[in-house]
């Protein structure tokens, strides 16, 4: 190969590069990468405060909390005396915890195989 034609390969490996990033660029410019729920997610709020739902909210009162779910469970230590050697044990404690489970699940299939 001699001057000339590297030469024109390099040229056009110049070419291919410049327009590979040019169409790169505008792509990437004109090609939203925001989805629209985002887009919709931080629209600025409006700054007035509608007096209405305060009134309202201020005359229902306060709002009941429902109570937490806990198993019912009691401590209950356990009596235990020095022995003859005048040790003392440790104390243990026993738990006791009662939980009832209201789950009832019937699934019914049909002869074609789906429920």
Not at 42 to 48: D, G, Q, V
Not at 50 to 70: H, M, N, Q, W, Y
Not at 97 to 113: D, E, I
Request: glycine share 2%; charged share 15%; with cysteine.
């Amino acid at each position: 190969m001699n001057n000339k034609d590297l030469l024109v390969i390099a040229i056009c490996t110049l070419l291919t590069v410049v327009v590979w990033i040019a169409a790169d660029s505008y792509h990437a410019w004109v090609t939203s990468t925001v989805p629209s729920s985002l887009i919709r997610a931080i629209e600025p709020l409006s700054p007035r405060l509608d007096t209405t739902v305060i009134k309202t909210l201020r005359e229902r009162g306060a709002v009941a909390k429902a109570p937490a779910f806990s198993p019912s469970e009691t401590i209950s230590p356990t009596e235990q005396t020095a022995s003859p050697s005048g040790e003392i044990p440790s104390p243990v404690a026993t738990v006791s915890s009662t939980l009832t489970p209201k789950l009832s699940v019937t699934p019914s299939a049909s002869p074609s195989g789906t429920l």
